[in-house]
């Protein structure tokens, strides 16, 4: 009655079956590609205006109209696939922007404070 008994083959899940199919160097090439790929988009990102640097804050804190100024004849010239405007208005400049609005306004505020300046969306081109 003490026969010995054989535990049934276990089956091997995706994960399992996967790394025994591609072998150790598979599995390096892999871990190498996978630390690759997010190195790459960790440090992925561009300068908007490449060589671009923009004036002190101080320069522009207390003067709005001279950073309206500053983003109208610095700035949108530089990011015309935008087609944005300036306005002073109450104690922000407010950027109207006619297109894509998330990647506008990330460009702006790499540059430039987002507590001086506000966005609202334009007529779409």
Not at 1 to 10: G, L, V
Not at 84 to 96: H, N, P, R, W
Not at 99 to 119: C, K, M, Q, V, W
Request: hydrophobic residues 40%; charged residues 20%; contains cysteine.
């Amino acid at each position: 009655m003490n026969e010995e008994q054989r535990p049934a083959e276990e089956k091997l899940t995706a994960g399992q079956s996967f790394v025994k199919s591609i072998r150790p160097l598979g599995c390096a090439l892999f871990l190498i590609l996978a630390v690759l790929v997010t190195a790459i988009c960790l440090t992925a990102g561009r300068d908007p205006i490449p060589g671009y640097t923009p004036p002190e804050r101080a320069s522009y804190e207390n003067d709005l109209t001279q950073l309206a100024w500053v983003l109208e004849e610095q700035v949108f010239p530089q990011l015309p696939q935008y087609a944005m405007t300036a306005e002073v208005t109450g104690d922000t400049v407010t950027v109207t922007v006619n297109g894509n609005l998330a990647a506008a306004r990330s460009a702006i505020l790499h540059y430039f404070p987002e507590d001086l300046i506000t966005f609202e969306r334009g007529e779409t081109p």
